[in-house]
């Protein structure tokens, strides 16, 4: 019995067939509509699969339609899949008859002297597998988008037409999740971003985003709000310099490792580079002092505006950008103060994203890359001293072999939002390496010269990204401590223009982050406008309001009917208390 066509118990070897499986049939299908089609790959993929192809023209969206239709006839014919093990040359005379140009280079890749082969009705795939039975069992599928796709990934090849679809076991998953990819579309921080008038692109500074004045509230907020959390944890901050001599990155290693990444320009006799990332500046304040043992550890945060040349085709709003700032920290220790270190910065990033309503649902342990920098021993020192701390925490991990920084192993924690999506954040990085290139040194309790250990650290991870996360999490709702603006101020009439301004100067002397909505328009049309800013709390204020001396209270999405009427100073109580969060510190 052919092993890839075995029905498994296992859930998610079943769904990985199934989306394979649907794969091969929107290929298929393909092949039915556009017989000149060129078939490169198709894989699975999370939450689905898509389908490399070459074609004579460009698919549009009632193009998606007509192959989603073709793909349930086939569904509808509930054919078998068959595999068949080809020696080479017969699978190089098929396909070079069906000019599959594509097939021809994979067979050329595969060692083995024979090949596999799946057939389904009268299409015919060079294919690993597995595949489910029958073709009825992919029922439960629905087609995505139509994107750009270089072949092998390469931009000198051939760029080919790549299809999306998704794939599930029953019809309520199916429909769960293309709920879930249209709230996501409505959550866009891209989108959001432009609506709230958080954040603005520019064609002439690709990568680097313009924060809007709310944009830098919500920018500044969190940049105090960890400034102050690693103060009151024995943090130091500092601001370093934009850009270095080639000098520099060579002895960090980067310009071996990492300058295709960066931003070079001549200068004068040598070359410079723009700062992209803080760990080399931080060696030399460490080294800018004669230090002591009893000075570790010395844990140095700087938020400094980074750089790195990421390509164009590879920007995406915050999430992925060319500048942009890190809650960066580099932390120099002794030997016996690194394990307990890493697990204070464990709780730390534990504690931080719980005010977020947010939860670690993955953490990797990522090991030794190739190109890895330094002694093998130092290595798989670090190594072990993150798994045990890690292990010791009760954390749940995996291990990313061979995805470390080329100086040192790292964990990198994996966030999960409101829609379940899951994000990389946190990141926490070992470092053996950098300290010696430096030839860094304290004195120890014997007088005698040390190498320090560096701990690197991101909590938010860069703000830009977190922010971006932030928005689609909060569906653009920040809770009422980080609202760029947390009190709509609304007048009924021209006789309350006087109060309302009163109520407006007050909350902005307790600290509070209010505008004053003086238009001559509706209450309905201001609360309606509060109400898509994602404002947390508007105060409407008529003639009662006046002769009271209060304010009436009516929260972002309440119902009509439930609003409050209390007085000014109840209220900052109020608003305050419910806007002091902080991250709590550890133990």
Not at 365 to 394: C, F, H
Request: hydrophobic share 35%; net charge negative.
């Amino acid at each position: 019995m052919d092993e890839n066509l075995i029905d498994r118990e296992d859930p998610q070897y079943q769904l990985h067939s199934i989306r394979h499986s649907a794969a091969h049939i929107m290929a298929h299908a393909v092949q039915r509509l556009i017989p000149e089609a060129k078939f490169a790959i198709g894989p699975v993929i999370k939450d689905g699969f898509y389908y490399d192809m070459d074609l004579p023209r460009t698919l549009t969206s009632e193009d998606l339609e007509a192959i989603e239709a073709e793909m349930k006839k086939i569904i509808k014919e509930n054919n078998s899949f068959e595999r068949q093990e080809w020696d080479k040359d017969k699978a190089r005379e098929f396909f070079g008859e069906h000019h599959q140009d594509y097939k021809l280079e994979l067979i050329e890749g595969i060692q083995d002297e024979t090949v596999s082969i799946y057939k389904e009705g009268d299409f015919t795939d060079l294919c690993a597998g597995p595949h489910v039975r029958y073709t009825k069992q992919c029922k439960h599928f629905k087609l995505l988008k139509v994107s750009g796709a270089y072949w092998r990934a390469d931009e000198n090849n051939a760029q080919l037409q790549r299809v999306y679809g998704t794939a599930w076991q029953t019809k309520e998953d199916l429909e769960k999740y293309l709920f879930q990819i249209e709230e996501a579309a409505k959550r866009d921080h891209r989108k959001l971003g432009r609506e709230l008038g958080l954040v603005m692109f520019h064609e002439y500074a690709p990568g680097a985003p313009f924060w809007l004045p709310k944009g830098q509230t919500v920018f500044r907020t969190l940049s105090d709000k960890m400034r102050n959390y690693n103060l009151r944890n024995g943090y130091v901050e500092v601001g370093t310099p934009q850009m270095f001599r080639k000098d520099l990155w060579e002895t960090s290693g980067h310009w071996d490792h990492y300058r295709d990444n960066m931003f070079i320009f001549d200068d004068e006799d040598t070359q410079i580079g723009l700062k992209a990332m803080n760990c080399p500046s931080h060696m030399l304040i460490f080294k800018n002092e004669r230090r002591s043992y009893r000075e570790l550890p010395l844990r140095i945060h700087d938020q400094g505006v980074l750089h790195r040349n990421e390509k164009s085709g590879a920007l995406s709003g915050l999430t992925r950008v060319r500048k942009f700032c890190q809650d960066d920290a580099h932390l120099f220790v002794t030997p016996e103060q690194i394990e307990h270190e890493l697990r204070k910065l464990l709780i730390m990033a534990k504690n931080t994203y719980e005010v977020f309503g947010m939860k670690f649902s993955k953490v990797y342990l990522s090991t030794r890359p190739e190109d890895y920098m330094g002694e093998l021993e130092m290595w798989n020192q670090a190594e072990a001293s993150l798994e045990k701390v890690i292990k010791e925490a009760d954390i749940r991990f995996e291990i990313n072999a061979g995805d470390g920084a080329f100086y040192g192993p790292k964990i990198d924690f994996i966030i999960e939002d409101a829609l379940g999506r899951e994000w990389q954040t946190a990141t926490v990085q070992l470092d053996f390496q950098l300290p010696v290139r430096f030839d860094l040194k304290y004195i120890d309790a014997n007088n005698e010269f040390k190498t320090p250990i560096v701990i690197h650290r991101a909590i938010y991870g860069s703000l830009e990204r977190f922010i971006g996360v932030l928005i689609e999490h909060y569906a653009g709702a920040f809770p009422t401590w980080l609202a760029p603006v947390q009190v709509h101020v609304i007048n009924l009439g021209e006789n309350h223009l006087e109060y309302a301004a009163h109520v407006h100067k007050k909350l902005l002397a307790a600290g509070i982050r209010s505008h004053l909505d003086v238009r001559n328009e509706s209450v309905n049309y201001k609360i309606r406008d509060g109400e898509l800013q994602k404002v947390p709390m508007m105060l409407v204020l008529g003639d009662r309001e006046v002769e009271n001396q209060t304010v009436t209270v009516r929260r972002l999405h309440q119902a009509k009917g439930r609003s409050e009427a209390i007085s000014i100073d109840e209220f900052i109580a109020n608003i305050k208390a419910e806007a002091d969060i902080d991250f709590a510190d550890p133990e």
